[in-house]
């Protein structure tokens, strides 16, 4: 499986970004998926996720309210919609698929995912 993540960028504190995830050779729609970020000297953390079928979602305390995790499995895409963005945003961010298919509940575990995707970077200045 191959994961493409695209849509980072430079942008000023307080403005949006939507990243995207386009997934190609798994049954895509079968898995749960997950974004994550890495900032510069800092372990790899959880962002968001999102159940294979879309029917529930997870978010981090530090970005609920702020990021959307969404998915259209007709298209392979999962997405992150970053809203009021801070300067402690900015890191590389990682989608990645679920290790296990159809999993009732959503992990946070950097573990539990595989198949990560080569991250975009989003810069947030303040």
């Known amino acids: 499986v191959q994961l493409q993540a695209y849509g980072g960028g430079l942008v000023q504190a307080g403005d949006s970004l939507r990243l995207s995830c386009a997934a190609s050779?798994?049954?895509?729609?079968?898995?749960?998926m997950g974004w994550f970020r890495q900032a510069p000297g800092k372990e790899r953390e959880f962002v968001a996720a999102?159940?294979?079928?879309?029917?529930?979602?997870y978010y981090a305390t530090s970005v609920k309210g702020r990021f959307t995790i969404s998915r259209d499995n007709a298209k392979n895409t999962v997405y992150l919609q970053m809203n009021s963005l801070k300067s402690e945003d900015t890191a590389v961010y990682y989608c990645?698929?679920?290790?296990?298919?159809?999993?009732?509940?959503?992990?946070?575990?950097?573990?539990?995912?595989?198949?990560w995707g080569q991250g975009t970077q989003v810069t947030v200045s303040s």
């Open positions: 999102i159940k294979w079928s879309g029917a529930s979602t």
């Open positions: 050779g798994r049954t895509f729609g079968s898995y749960n």
């Open positions: 990645a698929a679920d290790k296990t298919p159809r999993r009732v509940q959503l992990r946070t575990d950097i573990r539990e995912y595989d198949y």
